[in-house]
């Protein structure tokens, strides 16, 4: 079946627009990551959605970064007022419902997209 | 927090050798999972192999096998018979196994550049 998808492949904009990165999961995965992939801090958590519970923002690095799920299944990532430092790989993964409670045995993988590539300047 | 650190920035093997790729990590907790994902050129992160902590056989998966060492918090990844496609970033990520808000994520190394030469 169709993997994680996220569009744009790649992003050039300038600094101080507003940016939104597209991710569509595997269908029926009910969670949802978003991680940012940058050559000075590696590979970060950004945002956690699970279901109809509230995401786990914790790892959004300001107040211009916020994100959400539509319907439970695809999310857009948005970036307001870009900075320099805003350029990174955004990676977006899905998994399938964690806990005994689904029905399903835990599954802990996380089915990673491609990631956007965005380049501000 | 937890961390995860790998201290090889980048390694090389000759195609058909082996090669340990290493790892270790710090966590106070005693129920967690350890995993290697492979990330060539085309940005996607494959999973190569994931590890129970309460298990203590090491996993295995094909050419691919890792020395799990719960007390001494290292998880390294041996490539046996290296070939030229396993040439990639590797990154070793911990995810813990609590249920509670926050402990979902996964938590990455800064990753090794592995370099297979023909």
């Known amino acids: 079946g169709a993997g994680v998808s996220q569009s744009p492949s790649n992003k050039v904009t300038e600094k101080g627009k507003d940016v939104e990165l597209r991710c569509d999961p595997i269908?029926?995965?009910?969670?949802l990551y978003w991680y940012r992939q940058s050559l000075g801090q590696g590979l970060e958590f950004l945002i956690y959605?699970?279901?109809?519970?509230?995401?786990?923002k914790s790892g959004l690095p300001s107040d211009r970064f916020s994100a959400e799920r539509t319907g439970g299944s695809v999310s857009t990532l948005t970036i307001q007022r870009t900075q320099q430092e805003d350029s990174a790989v955004y990676l977006c993964?899905?998994?399938?419902?964690?806990?005994?409670?689904?029905?399903?045995?835990?599954?802990?993988?996380?089915?990673f997209g491609p990631g956007t590539r965005l380049t501000v300047t | 927090a937890q961390t995860v650190t790998q201290s090889q920035p980048e390694m090389s093997v000759q195609e058909a050798e082996t090669v340990t790729l290493s790892c270790t990590y710090d966590?106070?907790?005693?129920?967690?999972?350890l995993f290697w994902y492979k990330q060539p050129p085309s940005r996607q992160m494959i999973l190569v192999i994931r590890?129970?902590?309460?298990?203590?056989q090491n996993a295995t998966e094909n050419r691919f096998s890792v020395n799990f060492q719960k007390a001494a918090k290292s998880f390294s990844l041996k490539i046996s018979d290296s070939q030229l496609g396993d040439a990639a970033m590797y990154f070793c990520?911990?995810?813990?196994?609590?249920?509670?808000?926050?402990?979902?994520?996964?938590?990455f190394g800064q990753g090794t550049r592995l370099t297979i030469n023909p």
């Open positions: 993964a899905s998994s399938p419902r964690q806990g005994a409670s689904s029905g399903i045995p835990v599954s802990y993988e996380q089915y």
């Open positions: 269908s029926g995965h009910t969670a």
């Open positions: 959605f699970q279901g109809n519970s509230a995401p786990d």
């Open positions: 966590t106070s907790e005693s129920d967690y999972y």
């Open positions: 590890q129970e902590a309460y298990k203590q």
């Open positions: 990520a911990y995810r813990s196994a609590s249920g509670i808000q926050g402990a979902q994520k996964l938590v």
